[in-house]
């Protein structure tokens, strides 16, 4: 199949003046060329098509692919990560990983977290700040966590997210509000072990390839901030985790995958909260795929997974999900190990 690529890449967005945290979720060059080698060995030919304003201009020119592997962030907005799905969903062209309207929800953590407690899946207790006079509205028990509503890769997260007092929520809001201009999610603070599980495949046939635990360094903060995302080598440690708080971690997160219809491939974050149960945090169903620094495919190596065995599986999903196995010679000789 002709494969096309969109993304965003950091660098192009470095050169416009944007900070390093403003295009955190950005991807390296490294990632795309990681992504179009591995899409070439499972026996597919690319194109690298880029940001959602170069798809556009593609689209309004007629250009077309069998398949589009979408890991667009976009900049602007709660929908930014639905642009692009969006766009090729109206164009009929199939795509990798999740559609506009998950990608939506699970962007605003607030509604994401609503699907899952009615779902019955356990997550923290929380309130959304949208503005400072909703601090006076917050009835949850100290000590909480505040972030901003629909941001990742740890932004707007650094060692005052964790509040004791009244007095320093309205001072951590009152920042947050101002300077991401958007809602605050707070919530009950999970005091316990951190894990990020990665996900494989779509719905009942989603599995977990594995998962890992994050070990904070004893001269840093307690949780996964953006300085620590940014600086892991030196901050952070990564463990296998085996057994049964393996298998607790799985049940949390296929079962909030499939809650939020999340497709393909990505993770599930999950800590053990003051009762020592697995709670949700968040989803990512455009998890990170730098080959080497991302953590669904350091988890995944852990695990003896190989970045190509990733790419495999969420190509296999992609394909057999918008039924293009009969269309395409490469997916059959490749499923029949010739």
Known sequence: MKIGITYDLRADYLKLGYTMEQTAEFDKES??????????????????????????????????????????????GEGRESLVPALLDANKIPYVFSGPVTLGVSLNKAFAKQIIRDNGINTPAFQVVSKLSDVEKVNLQYPLFAKPISEGTGKGIDSKSFIISKEQLVRVCANLLTKFNQPVLVEEYLPGREFTVGVLGTGENAFVPGAMEIKYNKNTHNFYSFNNKENYEDLVKYLPVNGDMLAQCE?????????????????????????????????????????????????????????????????????????LENNDENYNTLQSGT
């Open 31 to 76: 990632t795309i060329e990681g992504i179009e080698k591995a899409i070439q060995n499972a026996g597919h030919t690319t194109v690298r098509i880029g940001h959602a304003k170069n798809l556009m201009k593609a689209l309004l020119n007629d250009k077309t692919w069998d398949m589009v592997f979408n890991i667009s962030e976009g900049l602007y």
């Open 251 to 323: 049940e949390v997160a296929l079962s909030a995958w499939r809650a939020l219809n999340c497709f393909d491939g990505g993770r599930v974050d999950v800590k053990i909260d003051r009762f020592g149960k697995v709670s949700f945090i968040e989803v990512n169903p455009l998890a990170g795929l730098n080959p080497i620094t991302s953590d669904l495919p350091i988890l995944c190596n852990l695990n003896n997974i190989s970045y190509q065995e990733i790419i495999n599986e969420i190509l296999k999903s992609a394909i057999q999900r918008n039924f």
